[in-house]
């Protein structure tokens, strides 16, 4: 079995900037992809960045230029730094790992408001 545990969120002006954390753990052999999502209120869970044990990544449109997601395979760890934070960013952001099947984190709430 395999835990995922993020950490990082919380509340930010717009304008600002968070780093979230998400650590893999447990029986895992070798972790493929890892990646986030988010979900806002009454909105379905939409991906917003991902990336390979090669490092290749991909982001939604919607961040691309404010936020980078970097990975340490020996930690089996992921981050997700966001800069430039808007309201509309505001969500749950829940991790995930590919080992090959996908493992969730319980979700960390971020919230752009002044």
């Known amino acids: 079995q395999v835990q995922v545990v993020e950490s990082g969120g919380g509340l930010v002006q717009p304008g600002g900037s968070l780093r979230l954390s998400c650590a893999a753990s447990?029986?895992?052999?070798?972790?493929?992809?890892m990646g986030w999502y988010r979900q806002a209120p009454g909105k379905q869970r939409d991906l917003v960045a991902a990336?390979?044990?090669?490092?290749?990544?991909n982001y939604a449109d919607s961040v691309k230029g404010r936020f980078t997601i970097s990975r340490d395979n020996a930690k089996n760890t992921v981050y997700l730094h966001m800069n430039s934070l808007k309201p509309e960013d505001t969500a749950v952001y829940y991790c995930?790992?590919?080992?090959?099947?996908?493992?969730w984190g319980q979700g960390t709430q971020v919230t752009v408001s002044s």
């Open positions: 995930y790992v590919n080992t090959p099947l996908r493992s």
């Open positions: 447990g029986r895992i052999i070798s972790i493929s992809s």
């Open positions: 990336i390979t044990r090669g490092g290749m990544t």
